[in-house]
């Protein structure tokens, strides 16, 4: 037997790698080098990091009776934002799905608008609107509803984009209008897909609500601005143990109906 | 011919189904409806439309001498900064998440709890608000740009050891096997079969999670925590609607190509 068989192929040698690998590392330091991170700071520091995080961790329980009003409010925000924007993302996505509307043009235009609301971060939308709606829960329901619009829209059009063509085609055949087609052979394929989705959009509002009073849009984000400014960490820790437990909670109810949903 | 014959048979009928639906429907509209209660809708500010056009027609007329000046503090150099904050917490939350990966991955422990526990302890991290963390982080190192990397850095994880989690979990065991049944260590196996075929998912997991980053990084400015952020704030507080205007237009187009570049990365790993 030849010798070489006992010997493993030698591995090829890629440039690719090599040259992915250099850019990772040039990033790396010039990302270091921007941000002025050094980690030696941190543990330098560490000291009063931990201290925030001990008298976080001794939680101020008489704070709850304030924080529970503001909590219900937060919730209320997340629904109504999620509504309306599922709403308007419903309407939307049925005007850019191109198994609908056949004209490329105004899918087209339409596309490029709802692309450009995607990329707007959730606490930008929320300071955007306390500067034209002033500070309150209308700022967060509105930024939340944007936010869910783009969020959902997406997923939306795609799901009707996916759907069986037959029905559409059988309701077009016997003379039914555009409103019927929705109804009978495009509602029936995917309201579950919107009701999983919406559920996914309200998950990712009620974690995004809890924030947005920190800049002034209502809800329980507030106090956590004003124990923060006053220092009193005994009081952010009840805030935030809060928002953990009803943003889990939340979380665990919603991925089991979506889970139920699907089945 | 018999005119029975032109009706279609009934619609077959799920009571139990129809209840159902029916009480979820009607609980779906009592919870929008009392979200609907104690909301002052009245509140906003008479100059909401004006406010909301000033705006819009500053996104369309902006403030083109704020786009590079070479002060350090012109959009280009914040833009820049917020990707390299990006750039650097999505780095130091990726080798973070590899060993949280692994404990909460379900495949790899003796005990059912384990896994159940680091799962916990990473819904935790997740539901933890990033400018808190910011802000915790700015006490400790100081506001700028180094606070917003450092709070990036620790909140991704939660996201991030998921989705690793989640890979490890649909590795198959085939090559692990082979590399037992060859004699070799559980180094070798982590190093010969399971890195390998782990390697595209966490690669295409870390650049999905920059882009969320980028998003985060343009946030955390607000608080004072680096990036395009908080000349945003600024802009906003003296009403300089010209300069939200092209604030605003360089965020949308640097998310935009980097949602492009990493979307296209993502598919030439498939």
Redesign the interface.
């Known amino acids: 037997m030849p010798e070489q068989v006992n010997q493993l192929p030698k591995r090829k040698f890629k440039v690719m790698n090599l040259v992915w690998t250099i850019i990772m590392i040039a990033?790396?330091f010039?990302?270091?080098n921007?941000?002025?991170?050094?980690i030696s700071?941190?543990f330098e520091?560490?000291n009063?990091?931990a201290d925030?995080?001990i008298q976080m961790s001794h939680p101020d329980w008489s704070y709850l009776n304030v924080v529970w009003p503001k909590l219900?409010?937060t919730?209320?925000?997340a629904?109504?934002g999620t509504?309306i924007g599922s709403v308007v993302a419903f309407i939307y996505s049925l005007l850019i799905a191109r198994n609908i509307v056949k004209n490329k043009a105004v899918t087209g235009v339409l596309r490029v608008i709802m692309?450009?609301v995607r990329?707007?971060?959730?606490?930008?939308l929320g300071?955007?609107f306390?500067?034209?709606?002033?500070i309150?829960?209308?700022a967060g329901?509105l930024a939340l509803a944007v936010f869910t619009f783009g969020v959902v829209v997406k997923l939306f059009y795609e799901a009707i984009e996916t759907i069986d063509p037959g029905p559409i085609e059988a309701l077009t055949a016997v003379g039914a209008n555009k409103l019927q087609i929705i109804h009978y052979a495009v509602m029936p394929q995917i309201i579950t897909y919107f009701i999983s989705y919406v559920l996914y959009a309200f998950e990712i509002n009620v974690?995004a609500s809890?924030?947005l009073g920190?800049?002034g849009a209502g809800g329980i984000?507030l106090n956590?601005q004003q124990t923060?400014q006053v220092f009193n960490y005994a009081q952010?820790g009840t805030i935030?143990i809060v928002?953990?437990v009803v943003?889990?909670l939340i979380?665990y109810v919603s991925s089991k109906s979506r889970e139920a949903l699907m089945k | 011919m018999d005119t029975t014959m032109k009706k279609l048979p009934a619609k077959p009928v799920d009571r139990k189904k129809q209840v159902a639906h029916w009480l979820i429907a009607i609980a779906t509209i009592v919870i929008i409806v009392w979200s609907c209660t104690g909301i002052n809708f009245g509140g906003i500010k008479a100059t909401a439309g004006q406010i909301a056009g000033a705006i819009f027609s500053g996104i369309f007329h902006p403030d083109w001498s704020y786009v590079y000046n070479g002060s350090g503090e012109d959009l280009i150099s914040q833009l820049w900064q917020t990707i390299c904050i990006a750039f650097l917490g999505t780095f130091i939350s990726a080798i973070i998440s590899l060993p949280f990966a692994f404990w909460a991955a379900h495949t790899k422990h003796k005990h059912w709890y384990t896994s159940r526990i680091g799962k916990i302890v990473l819904a935790i991290i997740r539901s933890f608000p990033e400018i808190v963390l910011a802000l915790m982080f700015i006490k400790a190192v100081g506001p700028g740009s180094a606070a917003g990397v450092l709070a990036l850095g620790f909140h991704s994880v939660g996201m991030l050891a998921k989705l690793f989690s989640e890979a490890i979990e649909n590795l198959e065991e085939g090559p692990n096997e082979a590399v037992i049944a060859a004699g070799g260590s559980k180094f070798h196996v982590i190093m010969f079969s399971t890195m390998p075929n782990l390697m595209p998912a966490l690669i295409s997991n870390t650049l999905y999670r920059f882009d969320v980053s980028i998003r985060s990084a343009s946030i955390l400015g607000l608080v004072g925590a680096g990036g395009i952020g908080y000349p945003l704030i600024i802009a906003l507080q003296y009403r300089q609607w010209d300069r939200v205007g092209i604030i605003l237009l360089g965020i949308i187009i640097m998310v935009v190509i980097i949602d492009w570049i990493s979307g296209w990365i993502r598919k030439k790993l498939v």
């Open positions: 990033g790396l010039i990302s270091i921007v941000t002025n991170t050094h700071v941190l520091n560490w009063q990091f925030i995080f219900i409010e919730i209320k925000m629904v109504l509504v692309n450009i990329t707007i971060p959730d606490l930008l300071a955007i306390v500067a034209i709606v002033g309150g829960p209308v329901i974690r809890t924030v920190y800049i984000g956590l923060l952010t935030i928002i953990i943003v889990v979380d």
